[in-house]
């Protein structure tokens, strides 16, 4: 099963850069960059971090947004993302960015950004097949 991955997601590498630059960018408690990572999750997921956080989750609701970063890893992975930078460190704007993720990718609220097929490798059968062919002649 291939992962999508969080930070290839438009705008995510550049402010996970920023968080990495400057901690507060992204601290939990009192995040410098707030109106950044929620103008973010309203142009990833189409909702705001305050939407998120407003909107009605289902009886069933894990609460992934509460788990440590370590275990929300684990989490994500489990529903097929990838949360994690390239050294496979939960990102930075994971505690901002779980809550909305996790609404649109369960399909309870916000929608997962379009992701396009991989680019399908041509295979030259053509070249295979003569190669086949003449194989065949020579026994």
Do not use: C, Q, Y
């Not at 960059?33 to 407003?54: H, K, Q, V, W």
């Amino acid at each position: 099963m291939t992962l999508r991955t969080l930070r290839d997601l438009p705008g995510v590498d550049d402010l996970e850069l920023k968080a990495v630059m400057k901690p507060r960018f992204a601290d939990p408690d009192v995040p410098e960059g707030r109106d950044e990572i929620d103008a973010l999750s309203t142009a990833l997921f189409g909702l705001s971090l305050e939407a998120a956080d407003d909107t009605e989750k289902p009886t069933d609701w894990d609460r992934i947004e509460r788990l440590s970063p370590s275990d929300m890893v684990e989490a994500f992975e489990a529903e097929g993302w990838d949360v994690t930078d390239k050294k496979r460190k939960p990102l930075r704007l994971l505690p901002h960015l779980a809550l909305p993720l996790a609404l649109a990718m369960r399909g309870v609220s916000g929608e997962l950004p379009f992701l396009a097929e991989p680019d399908v490798k041509e295979t030259d059968w053509g070249s295979n097949l003569a190669a086949e062919a003449s194989r065949f002649r020579k026994r």
